[in-house]
């Protein structure tokens, strides 16, 4: 899935910041294309079991949006992206080009103190 390898870049990206060290928060960013719920189910499957298990995952939603020759201007969902900087107008169906985003952003990691 899709999902799960981006978080499982996200978390080997907090593992690679906490260096060792225990870790009480993390902060994201992520595209509305990946639902909130199942961005918290991936992070809480890969850190199962691992000295990230009890981190606090705080996320903020962002849009990925596209405006279209045929006047659609708006926020896509996660059907309407084809790979990393394609998109397919939920409008009319054409396919542009959007500027590539990363989906999942590290914004922080709160070291426990
Ligand atoms: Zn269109």
Excluded: N, Y
Aim: glycine letters at 8%; a negative charge; proline letters at 6%.
């Amino acid at each position: 899935m899709h999902e799960v390898s981006l978080v499982a870049e996200l978390v080997e990206a907090v593992e690679l910041r906490a260096d060792g060290r225990p870790v009480s928060l993390v902060r994201v960013r992520h595209a509305t294309t990946i639902p909130e719920d199942v961005l918290r189910q991936a992070f809480d499957m890969l850190t199962e079991g691992g000295p990230l298990a009890a981190v606090a995952l705080e996320s903020e939603p962002f849009d990925v949006r596209l405006r279209c020759a045929c006047g659609f201007d708006g926020p896509l969902g996660h059907d309407d992206l084809v790979g990393a900087s394609m998109a397919v107008c939920p409008s009319c169906g054409e396919l542009s080009q959007v500027p590539a985003t990363a989906e999942i952003e590290l914004i922080e990691v709160r070291l426990a103190t």
